[in-house]
Nanobody, 119 residues
Framework: QVRVVESGGGLVQAGGSLRLSCEAS????????MGWYRQAPGKQRELVAI???????NYADSVKGRFTISRDNAKRMAYLQMNSLKPEDTGVYYC?????????????WGQGTQVTVSS
């Protein structure tokens, strides 16, 4: 069982900043990809940013230059620094973690953390 827990969401004014954290725990042999996704009310879940141990980082066009994803493999943590926030960044942010247990792959999601940006 791999558990993923997000934290750091909240209410912020437009132009402000927030930092989200994601912690993975459990039977993890190797972490591959850690990513952040978000879902706004009435919309589908979309990729925000992803970081892979081999291929690096990738961002949605809408957040490039404003958001930065990073990770700490030793702590099994991923972070999303969000600057210059806009009302359209509002949504539930989910962390996704993919990797390997000793012999089997895993793909786990957290429960999400709410980010609300007021205008």
């Amino acid at each position: 069982q791999v558990r993923v827990v997000e934290s750091g969401g909240g209410l912020v004014q437009a132009g402000g900043s927030l930092r989200l954290s994601c912690e993975a725990s459990g039977n993890i042999f190797r972490l591959n990809t850690m990513g952040w996704y978000r879902q706004a009310p009435g919309k589908q879940r979309e990729l925000v940013a992803i970081i892979n141990s081999d291929t690096g980082t990738n961002y949605a066009d809408s957040v490039k230059g404003r958001f930065t994803i990073s990770r700490d493999n030793a702590k099994r943590m991923a972070y999303l620094q969000m600057n210059s926030l806009k009302p359209e960044d509002t949504g539930v942010y989910y962390c996704n973690v993919q990797g390997w247990k000793t012999t089997n792959p895993f793909n786990s999601w957290g429960q999400g953390t709410q980010v609300t940006v007021s205008s």
